[in-house]
């Protein structure tokens, strides 16, 4: 039997480009699908930094509650925002392909970056890692979608602002006047996209099965692991990008204080045969180099 599957996703411009990407997937594949698009908490609360709500999986949960009262059947996540413990009932069924993981600066003019310079994010793991680099400068919060963001960048006296590179990409927002950061350690599964069932519904766990990439779900496995042992989220300024290049899995990860002032990195290469525990190893390690003392301060601050 051909059943309707119903795709939840928020309503935001990317959001959308995300949701009819897996539609247009699954219908190629014969499904029939229709979009059901909600608001969450974190698009209603444009004017609170995403730590200051306080609220695991912000952007997710509006979703999740949707998904299990019976009102959609799948949703269709950028992956960096879906809490690294998925609630009771709902499992992860397909990564799609990765776009760029790559975090970028848009700039306005030419800036100096060795002159003080004000710059954009509403990302602590962005502003830790730029201040890391720029102690001099002075970093703000910015919330919003990404034309929300792009306008507040032109109508400000800002040097620039930190966006994800896959995100202008998708809907053709991408600026020429933009620096690739890639010396900056990307968010778990930046890039990524995801779609989540109900675990015991096995029609839409087994049509969106067939839109799982491998190697993205190998290298975001890895990132989220390697978060969720650190016990991070949206409020702990955490990094980590796994790249799968032929049996290799190259990683990286860092973990910094919330003004940039401490700094651990990973950097670390494997088979790929050896993948499933390995985010939690080296999260582990760095938790005993110091990462403990990084994170009870960065509790300590938040609470």
């Not at 799948?74 to 790559?102: C, F, N, W, Y």
């Not at 792009?150 to 991408?174: C, S, T, Y």
């Not at 949206?234 to 990094?239: D, H, Q, V």
């Amino acid at each position: 039997m051909n059943k309707l599957i119903r795709i939840g996703t928020r309503d935001s411009q990317l959001a959308l480009w995300q949701a009819n990407t897996v539609k247009d997937k699954l219908e190629v594949l014969g499904y029939e699908t229709e979009l059901v698009a909600v608001k969450s908490t974190g698009d209603l609360a444009l004017n609170t930094p995403l730590y200051e709500l306080g609220i695991t999986g912000i952007f997710t949960r509006t979703l999740d509650a949707a998904m299990l009262n019976g009102s959609i059947d799948i949703a269709v996540h950028s992956m960096k925002d879906v809490p690294t413990l998925l609630p009771k009932g709902i499992v992860q069924t397909a990564v799609l392909e990765r776009a760029s993981s790559l975090d970028i600066l848009v700039t306005k003019g030419a800036p100096d970056f060795q002159e003080e310079c004000t710059i954009a994010s509403g990302s602590l793991r962005r502003r830790a890692q730029w201040l890391h680099r720029y102690p001099h400068h002075k970093v703000v919060g910015l919330r919003g979608n990404v034309n929300t963001r792009l306008q507040k960048l032109e109508d400000r006296d800002w040097q620039g602002a930190i966006f994800a590179k896959a995100g202008l990409d998708r809907i053709e927002k991408l600026p020429e006047n933009h620096i690739d950061l890639d010396w900056m350690i990307p968010a778990p599964a930046q890039g990524a996209m995801v779609v989540l069932a109900l675990e015991k519904d096995d029609y839409y766990s087994e049509a969106t099965s067939k839109l799982n990439v491998t190697n993205a779900q190998i290298s975001t496995h890895i990132e989220r692991e390697f978060l969720r042992t650190l016990e991070g989220g949206c409020t702990a300024p955490i990094g980590a990008i796994a790249e799968v290049i032929g049996m290799e899995i190259q990683f990286k990860g860092t973990l910094c204080s919330l003004d940039g002032s401490k700094k651990l990195d990973i950097d670390k290469t494997i088979t790929t045969e050896n993948y499933k525990d390995f985010g939690r190893h080296w999260a582990e390690e760095l938790l005993i180099e110091g990462g403990k003392e990084i994170m009870k301060s960065i509790n300590k601050e938040i609470l």
